[in-house]
């Protein structure tokens, strides 16, 4: 068969042709004719190939040998078709058939020294492009102990290192970044955005800052999008003073020039109505209109959030109903957030109208909303209203969740009808509704409750076998219930369990058992755990001291403090 008779109908796209001249009928014979052109000389056009391959694959449903898929991977690269190389290298990644080190490997093996950290570094940009961030994690390793002398693209690093905050991985986005470093990368300012926004994600807030202030070492300027990442990252997961640091970085912002924007104003408001500062929120809005940026929905949820877990739910309405006037759609959570308020405060009749309501500003109930309703109830101890709105929920076309039924069961615990509870119970089995940890934790308390430990126990076996983690309230309500019936014993061996389930004792633990002992008389046996409390760097609450006071010391017990004498102790716990 003449060879520009094959490449002519190559390049004319007549693959039937190709198929019936060569004797390609099988996913094999086409790789074997593929591997022949890849080798012949002078190379036949590389496009041509390609849609080759592309064809088989999609005739055989079968992807390419590793070494063949090198093969064209190499002779792509050196005839520098980039885009065509791109394209494979994902076709090749969203397979998901080879490690990266054997694709690489591969390379070496098909192509000259210069070709693998080229492809290598595509070759990440690849796997993180198709959400493969520890393949794409690997590929860079290789990439770097392989070709050390090789200076990966900014382009690719910065996909790695969003694919991998993306996935939560902000310790192996973090260690990425260092070793791209020492690859001699020259990191724009995006990078350091990603790496800062990972570790704002996972509450290292003082790594992020650090990054932070690296950015001007490189010649860069920080961004309202770095100042904007490290606010949130306080608002949202800082601790004791996070305010105080906000304020810091936002003084800080405004003297390097930076104005806030939009986004500034509103991570703002919801971190000072998350603090309770409504005032300090209030403040903020009020500038964001003196500087002329029109606030968004998005500011008119956080105020109404803020005012109504506040109990202020008749501002947030009046907030609610200024979005409106303004043109603003307030969404289904902004509803919700005001429906919450009204249900804490038992305003259940304004809370039924709130509902009505919302269908009249076109805004549809969801099942939270019913939720909200349902809880409300259960506050007020009327579960006969929350079972009827858990029908009419139902006779809605919306389907009740864990939540719904959770509320349910609290209620109907409380008041120890354990009938309707089985009977719920039985309703989520038949659903397919799961129990969570609140269902569990729920029964388990109420079992404890009633003196019923050994039931409670088995729950706990129960919600460890369906995969259901236990938490420290778990463990901690069912030491409660074993000392309430004076089995110290079992209350240490649940203890046990807990620590086995690597779930250190914390000051609630030992606040139980302290007590405990205290109402035995076993006072040297409170004391000695007291210390243990201590020596474990567990700071005492106000529970540890109330029992000290009243269980030691009003019985003429002065505790004995290790490292701390006798007359100091007293004193000190007096004061407090």
């Not at 064209?72 to 397979?95: Q, V």
Request: charged fraction near 20%; aromatic fraction near 6%; include cysteine.
């Amino acid at each position: 068969m003449p060879l520009r008779t094959l490449l002519r109908h190559l390049a004319a796209g007549r693959f039937a042709r190709v198929q019936a001249l060569t004797g390609a009928a099988t996913a094999a014979a086409a790789h074997r004719v593929l591997h022949l052109l890849l080798r012949t000389a002078p190379l036949p056009p590389l496009p041509h190939l390609v849609s080759l391959v592309r064809w088989s694959r999609a005739q055989f449903r079968a992807p390419l040998p590793l070494p063949l898929h090198a093969l064209l991977l190499a002779r792509l690269a050196s005839h520098r078709l980039y885009p065509l190389l791109r394209s494979e290298l994902h076709a090749l990644a969203a397979a998901r058939l080879h490690s990266p080190p054997s694709i690489l490997r591969a390379l070496l093996a098909a192509s000259s020294p210069a070709a693998p950290p080229l492809i290598a570094d595509m070759l990440v940009c690849a796997l993180a492009t198709d959400s493969q961030p520890l393949p794409a994690y690997e590929a860079f390793l290789f990439a770097g102990d392989n070709y050390p002398r090789h200076r990966p693209s900014v382009f690719s690093v910065n996909r790695l290192l969003s694919a991998l905050v993306d996935a939560g991985r902000a310790d192996l986005a973090e260690r990425a970044f260092r070793a791209a470093l020492r690859r001699r990368i020259s990191p724009d300012l995006f990078t350091f955005n990603i790496v800062i926004s990972g570790l704002c994600k996972a509450g290292q807030l003082r790594k992020a800052g650090d990054v932070a202030k690296d950015i001007r070492a490189w010649g860069l300027t920080p961004s309202v999008v770095t100042y904007n990442t490290l606010i949130a990252g306080y608002c949202k997961r800082g601790r004791t003073g996070r305010m105080y640091h906000v304020d810091t970085l936002l003084k800080e912002m405004i003297e390097a020039g930076i104005s806030p924007d939009e986004v500034t104003f509103n991570v703002l408001i919801n971190g000072y109505c998350s603090d309770s500062n409504l005032a300090a929120a209030l403040r903020v809005f009020e500038e964001m209109k003196e500087q002329g940026i029109a606030a968004s929905a998005v500011t008119y949820a956080a105020l109404v959030c803020g005012f109504c877990g506040e109990g202020k739910v008749e501002e947030g309405v009046k907030l609610v109903d200024e979005m409106q006037d303004l043109g603003l759609a307030p969404n289904v959570a902004t509803m919700n957030n005001v429906l919450n308020g009204f249900c804490k405060k038992g305003m259940m009749a304004d809370a039924e109208n709130w509902i009505h309501g919302m269908v009249q500003r076109s805004v549809e109930p969801n099942v939270v909303t019913y939720t909200v309703l349902i809880d409300g109830y259960r506050r007020l101890g009327k579960m006969k209203d929350a079972v009827a709105v858990m029908d009419a929920m139902a006779g809605k076309g919306i389907s009740p969740n864990v939540r719904s039924y959770n509320c349910l069961i609290a209620g109907f615990t409380h008041n120890g009808d354990w009938r309707n509870v089985s009977g719920l119970l039985d309703e989520m089995k038949e659903k397919g509704v799961c129990a969570d940890i609140v269902t569990y934790n729920t029964l388990i308390g109420a079992l404890c409750c009633k003196g019923d430990v050994r039931k409670a126990v088995r729950l706990l076996d129960e919600m460890v076998m369906v995969g259901v983690e236990p938490k420290h309230l778990t463990y901690n309500t069912i030491i409660h219930g074993y000392c309430e019936k004076g089995n110290i014993k079992s209350a240490y061996e649940i203890r046990t369990r807990m620590e086995k389930d690597r779930k250190r004792a914390n000051v609630v633990t030992y606040n139980v058992f302290i007590k405990y002992l205290c109402r035995m008389g076993k006072m040297e046996e409170a004391n000695e755990l007291l210390n243990e409390m201590l020596e474990k760097g567990l700071v005492p609450n106000e529970v540890t001291y109330e029992t000290i006071k009243e269980g030691m010391m009003e019985k003429g017990y002065v505790p004995d403090v290790r490292g701390v004498t006798c007359s100091e102790s007293s004193q000190n716990l007096s004061s407090t």
